[in-house]
């Protein structure tokens, strides 16, 4: 079992920055791959972006360029750093980890304003 525990979502007007935090627990050791997904109001949920146990990175193209995911493997987090952010980002932010099962954070909301 892998528990995943979010944080830094808020508000932020466009072309703003924050980063957002996902701290992994439990069976981390067995974690192959760890990514972001978001979904908004009435959309389904979409990769933003992922980053596997040998540092290959994968981004949305809607993101690219403006976000960067990274993990720090001492203190099993990852990070998903977000700039020059838009309106159309606001969404409620999952974290994502693939460890023989597909295991989910609570979500963290992500809003910015026009």
């Known amino acids: 079992q892998v528990q995943l525990l979010e944080s830094g979502g808020g508000l932020v007007q466009a072309g703003g920055s924050l980063r957002l935090s996902c701290a992994a627990s439990?069976?981390?050791?067995?974690?192959?791959?760890m990514g972001w997904y978001r979904q908004a109001p009435g959309k389904q949920r979409e990769l933003v972006a992922a980053?596997?146990?040998?540092?290959?990175?994968n981004y949305a193209d809607s993101v690219k360029g403006r976000f960067t995911i990274s993990r720090d493997n001492a203190k099993n987090t990852v990070y998903l750093q977000m700039n020059s952010l838009k309106p159309e980002d606001t969404a409620v932010y999952y974290c994502?980890?693939?460890?023989?099962?597909?295991?989910w954070g609570q979500g963290t909301q992500v809003t910015v304003s026009s």
């Open positions: 980053i596997t146990s040998g540092g290959s990175t």
């Open positions: 994502n980890a693939l460890s023989g099962g597909d295991y």
């Open positions: 439990g069976s981390i050791f067995s974690i192959y791959a």
